[in-house]
């Protein structure tokens, strides 16, 4: 892969500096991950419902990036909204999408690069990507029940580190791009996206 980190021992890695996230997932994380994935897709639509409810409960603020449930404050009203069921899927099925690509770095980079720069699009800020992922640990609690061994929540906890890392990375180029729309050129994506590290 070219990158000196994955090239680290088998022990997860993470650079938290302010460009970067850098993670490196082990073969046995990866094997884990997919293997729980079977029976977290079982129940993907509800894991996606609660994920987005809790979110909006702990995180209140979120809630004004959705313009459709601005006026909403009552919780059970969320968690019949069609938009909120919607987005829910949309964020599982970008996991599903992620778990099928975990031996394809630089496909898995694309997609959450991408991703990220959509959000800067929908102002959802890198703050709130952050907020996701305990949010999916809770929901894939009752789904997995005993299964949620402490390895698996690491392994999960890294791969959302990971992606969202690189969400934040597609969001800042984007917003760099539009700043710098009526400027000078935007910095070319190469020169921040990392090096497939995964
Ligand atoms: C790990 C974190 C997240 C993932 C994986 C994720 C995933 C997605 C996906 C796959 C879409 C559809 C993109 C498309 O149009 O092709 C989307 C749309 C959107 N996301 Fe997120 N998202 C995340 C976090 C958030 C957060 C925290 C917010 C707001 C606080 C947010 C707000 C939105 C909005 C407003 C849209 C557009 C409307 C919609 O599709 O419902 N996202 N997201």
Known sequence: MGCPISTLASKPAVDTSE???????????????????????????????????????????????????????????????????????????????SVARLDEPERL???AFDLGRKH???????KYFMYVMPEFIRAIQPILKGDLTPELEDAWKALFLYLTGM?????LEEERRKTHARGPPSIPSSSVRSHHAI
């Open 120 to 126: 800067y699009n929908y102002r959802a800020i890198p």
């Open 109 to 111: 980079e694309k997609l």
């Open 19 to 97: 460009e970067i996230a850098l993670v490196n997932l082990t073969d046995s994380q990866k094997e884990i991950i997919k293997e729980s994935w079977s029976s977290i897709q079982r129940d993907i639509t509800r894991a996606g419902i609660i994920l987005f409810v809790r979110l909006f409960e702990s995180h209140p603020e979120c809630k004004e990036v959705f313009f459709e449930f601005r006026e909403v404050d009552d919780v059970e009203m969320l968690r019949v909204n069609k938009e909120l069921r919607a987005h829910g899927l949309r964020v599982m099925s970008f996991i599903e999408k």
């Open 167 to 171: 969400m934040r990375q597609g969001y």
